[in-house]
Each structure stands twice: as structure tokens, then as C-alpha cells.
């Protein structure tokens, strides 16, 4: 409830959550581009919040869109 207020998101975070679906408070949206700039929600994916390990690398720093 952030009525009233400005809140801050990653802009993966929140394509994230327009075009596929809201990510829990806290779960981590990652990449599976690797590319961190990357907004295309293809290539982006929530994982469990408890997840340390590195993103999968399906193509690692290879992104065209």
C-alpha cells in the first residue's frame, strides 16, 4: 500500500511485473540473458528469494532484443 506515495523500482523489475507477473516482496527478478540492462521480459524470470547462486546463462551477455 504505497498510496500517495513514489516508490523506486528497477525498470527489470518492473517489466517484470507488467508484462508476466508481480514478483513477490523480496523475490529476486533476474536475467536469463545476463545482461543486467536488459527489460525484454522474455528473458527475465523470478527465482526463489532464498537463491544465492548466479543467474542460469542461457547465452551469457548475449542479448539482441
Do not use: D, E, M, W
Not at 32 to 53: D, E, K, Q, T
Amino acid at each position: 500500500s504505497h498510496q500517495g506515495k513514489y516508490i523506486t523500482l528497477p525498470a527489470h523489475r518492473l517489466a517484470y511485473g507488467l508484462f508476466v507477473a508481480s514478483p513477490r516482496p523480496g523475490q529476486p527478478v533476474r536475467h536469463a540473458c545476463g545482461n543486467p540492462a536488459c527489460i525484454n521480459p522474455r528473458h527475465l524470470f523470478a527465482s526463489a528469494p532464498a537463491a544465492v547462486s548466479p543467474a542460469p546463462t542461457f547465452g551469457k551477455g548475449v542479448c539482441h532484443g
